[in-house]
């Protein structure tokens, strides 16, 4: 008898699990920061006046980040796939400290300093 390939193959081709789908939603969100722009047109034009609608896409981009930030922790915990949740940690920490960064300048350059 040929054993099954499921039996024998590692743990990338299992089924997800509850906690195994967290890395997963953290590099969802990672890529979904990554779309930021592209993401804040979809908020109506009345919801983002002049100042507020040039950062827009900065805040979304921190906020979808920082989400993907909490999932990966919280998949380093409790996922059984630990190793796809530290590089969606340092991705989701490295868009998190640009969006910051951005932020930033974008507030200091709006209020006039220079």
């Known amino acids: 008898m040929v054993p099954s390939r499921i ?7 299992t089924p997800l699990d509850g906690s195994d789908v967290l890395p997963i939603l953290s590099w969802v969100c990672f890529l979904a920061a990554l779309a ?10 009345d919801w983002r ?3 507020w609608g040039v950062v827009t896409p900065i805040f979304v981009a921190a906020a979808l980040a920082a989400l993907g930030l ?17 590089p ?17 300048a974008a ?3 709006l209020r006039g300093h220079h």
Do not use: K, T
């Open 70 to 86: 909490l999932l990966a922790l919280a998949a380093r915990r409790w996922s059984a796939r630990r190793r796809l949740a530290g």
């Open 7 to 13: 039996e024998s193959a590692d743990e990338a081709y």
């Open 49 to 51: 006046p002049y100042p």
């Open 36 to 45: 930021a722009r592209q993401l804040a047109r979809l908020v109506p034009r």
């Open 107 to 109: 507030v200091w350059i």
């Open 88 to 104: 969606a940690l340092a991705a989701n920490g490295f868009v998190l400290a640009l969006s910051a960064l951005a932020a930033l």
